[in-house]
C-alpha cells in the first residue's frame, strides 16, 4: 500500500503533507517527557511486527497494524507511523519521499480515528468483549487506510479509478487477517496487562 | 533486519567514492528532498532520463555495492507493476493496441513509463545518499536541518529498540518453533501471531518503564543531546553547486518543451 513518487498529483501531495504536519503536531504535544521513551519502545515494536509476513496462499502479506498502534498510542501514532515509513522509504526503499506526507496520513489518520473511537471501549470490556472492539479496530482502520488510498490515487487522475478499486479488493484478506491478529493480541493484553489501554495512551506509569 | 550494524561491509573506497562518502549528511538529506520534488513534477522524456542517468551515476560513483541497492530497487517496481500495466487501458487516448478488445492508449502507456522513471530514480537517490549513512547520523542531520527534538529523539528511540526488539522476536519465534508452530494459512497461525504481537507489546511497554527510570537516574529532562561534529567543507560547497546545476538542468529542459512546443 505504499504509494510511491510520481504517481500523485501536486494538490494531493501537497494536501497530505500539509495533514500529516497537523497530526505530527498533534502527536508532539501529548508526547511529554515521561512518554518519549513509551513512544519510543512501542513505535519499535510496531516496525518489528510490520516485518511479519502471513502466507496468503501463495503469496504472502506483512502485517501493518495500524489499528492496534492507534488503540495503544492515540495520536502519537502519528509521530510513530512517520518515522516508521521514513526508516522504510531511507533505509529499505519501500514508498517514496514526495508521498510521505500523503503515505503517513493514509495510515496513521484511521489508526488514530478507531482509537479514539474503541480505546475506552476497550478499557472498559471484558476480555472477549475487548476483543471483539479489537478486531473491529484492525479490520476498520485497514478498510479505511485502503479507501484513503483509492481516494489519493482517484483525486489525482480518473485513470486511476479501476487501480483504486483493485487495491480495495486486493486487501479483504488483509483486513481479515489484522481483525484476527489485532484481536487476539488484545485478548492477550487484556488478560496479562489491562493497564495498557487505561489512563492516557502510552503512558500508564501508575 | 538490524538498522545497526556492528561490522558494516568493508567497502573498497576510489578517490571519487571517498569524496562521496564525506559528503555532509544535512547536504544529502536536502539534495535528495529537492531531487524527489523536483522528479515528480517533471514530465519531459529528457528530463526524466537526465535524472535517472543522473541517480545511477551517483550510485556508480560511491562505489557502494550495487546489487543489494538495484536488488530494493526492482522489490519496489514489483509492488507498483500492476498499477502500470493497468494505466495504459484506463487512460483515454490516442490508441496504441488493443488485447481481448481493451484497447491501450499512448497517453496512458507515457504516465506509466513516467511514474517508472520517477520512482526508480528517487528511489536510487534515496538509498544512495541518505540510505547509506547511519540512522543515529540521519536523525542528528535531520535534527540540525531543523526538524522538532521531540520527532528526532522519537526517531533516535525508535532506530535504537528496533534491534532490541527484533531480538525479543526471535527469541518468542524460537519458543514457538520449539512448541512445533508452523505459518500456514489459517485461523490458529493468526490468533498465535496476535498473541505474539500481544505478548511483545506487553514486554515493550513495561521495558520502556524501566528505560525512563534509567534514564531519569541519569538526569534525562526531555532531548537527547546531539553528539555530532557536522562541519560544513569546501568540499560540501561544490557539491552543492553540483546539484544546483543538476536540478537547474533538468527544470530547463522541462521548461525549453513546454514553452518550446
Known sequence: ?206 | MALVSANPPEIRLSALSTACARLDPRLRVCATLVFAIVMSQLDVLGALALGLAASFALLAASGQPWRPILRRMAAMDGFILFMLVLLPFTTPGTPLFSIWGYGASLEGLWAAVDILITANAVVLMVLVLPGTLEPVTLGHALARLGVPLQLVNLLLFTVRYITVLEGEYQRMRQAMRARAFAMRTNLHTLISLGYLVGMMLVRAQERSERVLQAMKCRGFKGALPLIDAMRWRAADTIWAFGFGALILALIALEAAHVFGA
Request: hydrophobic residues 65%; charged residues 5%; glycine residues 10%.
Open chain 1, 1 to 206: 500500500m505504499h504509494i510511491v513518487d510520481g504517481a500523485l498529483s501536486a494538490p494531493v501531495l501537497v494536501a497530505g503533507a500539509a495533514l500529516t504536519v497537523g497530526g505530527i503536531t498533534l502527536g508532539l504535544r501529548q508526547m511529554t517527557l515521561e512518554r518519549i521513551p513509551a513512544a519510543g519502545v512501542l513505535s519499535a515494536s510496531f516496525f518489528v511486527a510490520s516485518l511479519i509476513h502471513v502466507a496468503v496462499g501463495p503469496s504472502s502479506v506483512h502485517l501493518i497494524l495500524n489499528g492496534l498502534a492507534g488503540l495503544v498510542l492515540g495520536w502519537t501514532a502519528f509521530p510513530a507511523l512517520f518515522v516508521a515509513l521514513v526508516l522504510q522509504a531511507v533505509f529499505f526503499g519501500f514508498g517514496g519521499i514526495t508521498v510521505l506526507g500523503v503515505n503517513t496520513f493514509n495510515i496513521a489518520m484511521p489508526a488514530v480515528l478507531l482509537g479514539l473511537a474503541l480505546r475506552s471501549l476497550i478499557a472498559n470490556a471484558a476480555p472477549t468483549m475487548a476483543a471483539v472492539w479489537g478486531a473491529l479496530g484492525g479490520g476498520g482502520a485497514i478498510a479505511l487506510t485502503t479507501l484513503f488510498v483509492a481516494a489519493s490515487l482517484v483525486f489525482s487522475g480518473e485513470a486511476f479509478v479501476p487501480a483504486a478499486k483493485l487495491v480495495f479488493f486486493a486487501h479483504i484478506p488483509v483486513m481479515v487477517i489484522e481483525a484476527a491478529v489485532s484481536a487476539a493480541a488484545i485478548l492477550l493484553i487484556k488478560r496479562v496487562k489491562p493497564e495498557l489501554f487505561t489512563g492516557a495512551p502510552a503512558t500508564a506509569f501508575a
